[in-house]
Every structure is written in structure tokens, then in C-alpha cells.
């Protein structure tokens, strides 16, 4: 995907998904109760970013960086050092 934003400085420009958890009984568990890590796929970074390269698949806390909608799809916009790690491919 070519993406339409640049981040500055520290910043990681981030694609995920809000994910549906069902339970055993066949209830639906919304993203707003879980307090779980988010992850998701690194599509730009910014000039400062040292750890990271686009196509990274990441962790972060549910309530980390600036939410942004760009051709109707959820992106993030977060700080390097708010990023808990690296998901091993």
C-alpha cells in the first residue's frame, strides 16, 4: 500500500484492526472492554525512528498515540518509545 501520510520526527504511522473476541457462550467481546496490547502493521515511519521499518508487525497499549481515518480505514499515529515490542514473523 502506497500511503498518503508522512510521519515526523519520532512518530510510527500504524494500520490495525479492532478485533471481535467471541466467547464460548457466542457472546461478542468489543475492543473497548479488553485491556489487552493492540497490534498492528507499520505502513510509514519518521526520520527519527531508529528500531523500526515499515511492514512491522507491532504491540502497543490500547490507549497509545493519535487515532486518524484516511479513505475510511483506522489508522495510528504513536510515538516510538510507546511501542511495546516487535511481533516475531
Known sequence: MGTKFK???????VSYTAELE???GGLYIPETAKEKP????????GDEVKQL???DTILFDRYSG????????EY??????????ILAG
Open 53 to 55: 521499518k515499515v511492514g
Open 76 to 85: 495510528l499515529i504513536i510515538k516510538e518509545e510507546d511501542i511495546l515490542g
Open 7 to 13: 510521519p515526523l520526527k519520532d512518530r510510527v504511522f
Open 38 to 45: 493492540q497490534s498492528g502493521k507499520v505502513e510509514a515511519v
Open 22 to 24: 467471541k466467547t464460548a
Open 66 to 73: 493519535s487515532k486518524i481515518n484516511i479513505d475510511n480505514v
